[in-house]
């Protein structure tokens, strides 16, 4: 079930940013670092009494035409009202009401959506708060808070939670493997959806009365069940005129929360953008099974090297997904579409996969005797033992005698070991290391 989307919108310097980083707040102290993935902190995932959201800082978001700053704020607006289930819009209580914040109320009137007002930058909580003024935006009640103090802002998240679409029946359990297909505008995602779809041997399900997001479409091809996610949404190209990048980028993270298998498409006529780096890198980060399908293949002059060519340049931009398998496909001609299914599968399967925990010691121990642990400042570091943990994604720890004896680039080594006996293709894997009991 998507999580609903919370966004912050508001003028310039109100206190956007600093909100949204309290809103997202500790969840962050733990953070993966990804060569050559750079972060885009306007979109993450938040938790508050136990309802999970999304929050995206709308200021964070650039776009490339109309340099004038009142239509930026209204095109963030727009993006706000078209993508939020809840909108926090942020004003400023040392400057009071400005016109552009008229201007961007009557839009919120306007949308319908449930709007926050959150009265910022307000000091002391002790004396009597005059932040009335803001009854005139028409949006309800403000809620004054202190963005950079953290005041106040649980009574925000309250209401803000407050307003979330009720929480859906618990869905039922699926077999369907949900896919994602994610990727700049005009790469090829419709064009892909209506490959699948379009295909006599493809069965689109009609199923009724289930908690299932309408956007999404059911399938079966060969005797097996799919789902493509957000189909809707690929399909409708964006309302907003200059809809850019960063727009088709908010759609794409939302999908890929939701996603066992995310399919990071790539034109073969344009390589790897920076724009595709940052969605492969939300990718690895979420711990999805994900498949690297380069479209538009049937444009591409090719002789016996050009695969290995654009191989070699994928896995240079895209270090951190060395594990993903590289399709080259034809969305127009249909070469290889339905070889994407098959390799779907297999990566499912992977993402899914246990070893058990007598082989994985072996393999371990051997991995150790060939390239034993470096020494800790003296101490003797020793891994005892090592069992899997989950799956989905592949979770390994490793119980140490001085757990912080045992370094990152010696974990590298140990995740290539794994790869290298058990595969993993197309899958993250995730190794922690404990203090041995
Ligand atoms: P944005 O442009 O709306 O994202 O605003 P920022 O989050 O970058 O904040 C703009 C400025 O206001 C920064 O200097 C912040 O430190 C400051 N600010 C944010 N929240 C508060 C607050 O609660 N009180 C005060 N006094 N300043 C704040
Ligand atoms: P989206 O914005 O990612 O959904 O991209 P579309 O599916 O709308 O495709 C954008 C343009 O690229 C359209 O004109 C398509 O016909 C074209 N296109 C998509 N896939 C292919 C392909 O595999 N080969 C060729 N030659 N054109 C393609």
């Known amino acids: 079930m998507a999580k609903p989307v919370v966004a912050i919108v508001g003028r310039p310097n109100v206190g956007k940013s600093t909100l949204f980083n309290r809103l997202i707040g500790a969840r962050k102290a733990i953070v993966e670092d990804i060569p050559g993935v750079t972060r885009d902190r306007i979109y993450d995932n938040s938790e508050w009494r136990g309802r999970e959201f999304i929050v995206i800082d709308t200021g964070g978001i650039r776009f490339d035409e109309g340099d004038i700053f009142a239509s930026e704020i209204k095109m963030q607006a727009e993006l706000a009202i078209e993508e939020a289930d809840v909108i926090i819009f942020v004003v400023d209580n040392k400057t009071g009401i400005t016109a552009e914040d008229e201007q961007v109320a009557e839009m919120l009137r306007r949308s319908q959506k449930p709007v926050i007002v959150a009265a910022n930058k307000v000091e002391d909580f002790s004396k009597h708060i005059s932040y009335y003024e803001f009854y005139q935006l028409g949006l309800g009640d403000p809620i004054p808070v202190s963005a950079m103090h953290g005041m106040n802002t649980d009574e925000l998240l309250d209401a803000v939670v407050a307003k979330f679409p009720p929480q859906p029946e618990k869905e039922e359990e699926e077999d369907r493997i949900k896919i994602a297909i994610v990727g700049r505008p005009n790469v090829g995602k419709s064009s892909l959806v209506n490959a699948f779809l379009g295909e006599k041997r493809v069965i689109v399900s009609d199923v009724p009365g289930t908690t299932r997001d309408a956007i999404d479409t059911p399938f079966t091809y060969a005797g097996r069940q799919y789902t493509l996610i957000d189909t809707a949404g ?5 309302r907003i005129k200059d809809a850019t990048e960063r727009y088709s980028v908010i759609r794409a993270l939302r999908s890929i929360d939701r996603a066992d298998v995310v399919l990071i498409m790539i034109d073969a ?14 990718v690895h980060e979420q711990a999805k099974a994900n498949i690297i399908v380069v479209n538009k293949w049937d444009l591409v002059k090719k002789d016996e090297h050009t695969m290995n060519i654009y191989d070699e340049r994928i896995r240079e931009e895209l270090k951190f997904l060395a594990y993903s398998p590289i399709l080259y496909v034809s969305a127009v001609t249909k070469q290889r579409v339905f070889k994407i299914l098959d390799i779907v599968d297999f990566v499912v399967e992977q993402h899914n996969r246990r070893i058990t925990t007598a082989e994985l010691n072996r393999v371990v121990n051997e991995a150790i005797m060939l390239n034993p642990l470096p020494g800790g400042g003296g101490k003797k570091v020793k891994i005892l033992y090592t069992t899997q943990v989950r799956t989905a994604p592949p979770t390994f720890v490793f119980f140490a ?9 010696y974990l590298r080594y ?3 070991v794994l790869r290298k006996n058990f595969g993993f293709e197309g899958t993250p894997i995730r190794l922690l290391v404990r203090q041995n009991e």
Do not use: M, W
Request: without cysteine; hydrophobic residues 25%; aromatic residues 6%.
């Open 234 to 238: 690929i399909r409708r190209k964006s």
């Open 401 to 409: 005698n001085h757990p912080e004896g045992v370094h990152f680039s």
């Open 269 to 282: 006529t344009e390589g790897v953008t920076e724009q595709d780096k940052k969605i492969a890198g939300y």
């Open 414 to 416: 140990l995740e290539n």
